[in-house]
Every structure is written in C-alpha cells, then in structure tokens.
C-alpha cells in the first residue's frame, strides 16, 4: 500500500522558518519525481517544488531562494524547508510523487498524494 505522510505544519510568525517532512512507503522511492504542493481554501492546488534525480525544480518565484527541498534516500523521505516565512505562505501542503525520472508541475501528473499539513504565517 503506497503511503505519502506528511508533517511538520505548524503556526508561525513572519519571518520565521518551518521544515516539513514526506516519508514514503509502498513503492520504489528512488524511481519517483517528488513535489511538495500548496492549497488555500478556493483557490487551486499549486506546485511549489519538486526534486528528481535530475535535480531540484521550484514553480512559485516567490519562494525562490527561501524554500529549499531535499531527500534521504535511506529514510525514503524528502523535505521542505522554508524560511523567512511570508503570510502568503499559508496554506495546506501536499507531498505528492510522480511515476517518473522527471517532473511537471501540474497536479493531474502526480500519482500518490499525502494528507497534507497545515502551515500558517501570521504578520
């Protein structure tokens, strides 16, 4: 049974940082493209970033240079940290995989889905 759980999500002030964490079960972890994704209530879910074995690729401009993701084969676990932390940052994150070497952005091409935790920034 395949399995994406996330957590980390938490309630923080601007500025600060938070690292949230994915660990996979289920499926052969090193063949699969990894994306973190975001949702806020009425609007569309959105890819963030994502990482492959071709590298790390980022969606939002905003969280360039601030949102870094990662992976620990040995754990089968990938990550996000995010710092300096904006309110436009809150939301629900999603860790979801993709059934390939490489990554897209849109959500109809990411197979396994998490729950999802919530990250809240208050000014």
């Known amino acids: 049974q395949v399995q994406l759980v996330e957590s980390g999500g938490g309630s923080v002030q601007a500025g600060e940082s938070l690292r949230l964490s994915c660990v996979a079960s289920?499926?052969?972890?090193?063949?699969?493209?990894m994306g973190w994704f975001r949702q806020v209530p009425g609007q569309e879910r959105e890819g963030v970033i994502s990482?492959?074995?071709?590298?790390?690729?980022p969606y939002v401009d905003s969280v360039k240079g601030r949102f870094t993701i990662s992976q620990d084969d040995a754990k089968n676990a990938v990550y996000l940290q995010m710092n300096s932390l904006k309110p436009e940052d809150t939301g629900i994150y999603y860790c979801?995989?993709?059934?390939?070497?490489?990554?897209?952005?849109?959500?109809?091409?990411?197979?396994?889905w998490g729950q999802g935790t919530q990250v809240t920034v208050s000014s």
């Open positions: 990482i492959a074995r071709d590298g790390t690729t």
């Open positions: 289920g499926f052969t972890y090193s063949w699969y493209c």
């Open positions: 979801a995989a993709r059934n390939s070497y490489s990554c897209l952005r849109s959500v109809s091409s990411y197979r396994y």
